[in-house]
């Protein structure tokens, strides 16, 4: 078993059952996710008799990326490996004036949810990430030092796995854990009305809503979570939030031809975020194998873009980062998966 994922309170309740001092939990959960070690023997402040109690079913597990790929311009895609067949994605992207340094972390193998522009969804759903895979595609990457910034953009619906993804975002903002502030991490979801209830209710992070279509039955033909939370009903709920002073909400949008790019979206967009405090990221389409989408150059997006600031929605677009080793998010642990599938068989 792992101790990497636990808060506090599991590891009070730990240390309570293996007969250890209340206060060895803060001591674990401070080598955990401050001095981040890799063996429990490392854990010198305890006493060499509860180290072994510990050992004796417990690993930390951490897990390195079991592979790579660097970009030209210092992005880099790594994979972890989290079962024997299953892989993961996270990408750490340092932006180009060197200021930011942001991590994309995935929150399950695989994804229910088949969006129709993503690979990840091609994949079909394989298991939930626990908290601990979440947090180690952080500690486990060679830059975790420079980090400023987390985004659960990663492969997987995080409101799909809430328990797990909440715990992970504790251990991320708690003073016994990285004492990261809320403002530093985004969760981006198709929107789940449960999971959304309870992310909202139980911390400050921000917001990002993968919103792709203004119009509900074109929007189910993109992404079928419409179908179980509509835009409209979501976007009511939203209205009852605060988005003004800690959370920041954002909505994502990916630019398709044809599909979701006309003025006509453009006007609906602007009616329906009217009066919410939020920004609007464009993001450019990368093509994915048997997807008949298409992506906009860049002067349509700008053109896109200044109708929605001029129309008083603040709009930008996501700088593309990474473009050479730029698979869409997927790609890589599909490849790896198909491998691995074989190599089992
Ligand atoms: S876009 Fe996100 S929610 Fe949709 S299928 Fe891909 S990983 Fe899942």
């Known amino acids: 078993m792992n101790l990497l994922g636990m808060t506090l309170a599991e590891l009070q309740d730990l240390t309570e059952r293996l007969g250890m001092p209340r206060f060895a939990a803060k001591q674990i959960a401070l080598w955990l996710y401050v001095k981040r070690v890799t063996s429990i023997d490392d854990m010198t402040n305890l006493s060499l008799k509860f180290r072994e109690i510990l050992k004796a079913d417990y690993e930390i597990g951490t897990s390195a990326p079991v592979e790579a790929m660097r970009s030209i311009d210092g992005t880099v895609k790594y994979l972890f490996q989290v079962s024997s067949t299953g892989f993961v994605e996270a990408v750490y992207i340092p932006s180009e004036d060197g200021e930011r340094a942001t991590l994309c972390v995935s929150s399950q193998v695989g994804c229910k949810m088949n969006c129709k522009f993503c690979m990840t969804g091609k994949q079909g759903f394989e298991r939930n990430l626990t908290a601990g895979q979440i947090l180690n595609q952080i500690i486990s990457i060679p830059e975790s030092q420079l980090l400023t910034n987390v985004v659960m953009m990663g492969m997987g619906e995080p409101l799909d796995n ?3 993804v909440l715990k992970s975002l504790e251990i991320m903002t708690s003073d016994y854990g990285f004492a990261w502030s809320p403002k530093r991490i985004t969760l981006s979801t198709v929107g789940l009305r449960k999971g959304l209830e309870r992310f909202l209710r139980e911390n400050d992070c921000h917001l990002a809503i993968s919103l792709h279509n203004p119009f509900p039955s074109q929007r189910l033909e993109l992404m079928p979570a419409e179908r179980g939370f509509s835009i409209i009903d979501m976007l009511e709920l939203l209205r009852q939030e605060d988005f003004t002073h800690q959370r920041r909400l954002s909505f994502e949008y990916i630019l398709f031809k044809g599909v979701n790019d006309s003025m006509a979206h453009a006007k609906e967009l602007v009616r329906l975020l009217q009066g919410i405090e939020c920004r609007i990221n464009l993001i450019r389409f990368h093509a994915i194998p048997n997807v008949p989408l298409e992506g906009l150059s860049m002067e349509e997006m700008v053109k896109f873009r200044d109708y929605l600031t001029q129309h008083g929605v603040f709009t930008t677009i996501r700088a593309s980062r990474g473009e050479d ?20 068989l």
């Open 162 to 164: 809430i328990d797990e």
């Open 325 to 344: 080793i730029f698979a869409a998010c997927g790609m890589l642990s599909t490849a790896q998966k198909e491998k691995r599938t074989e190599e089992l």
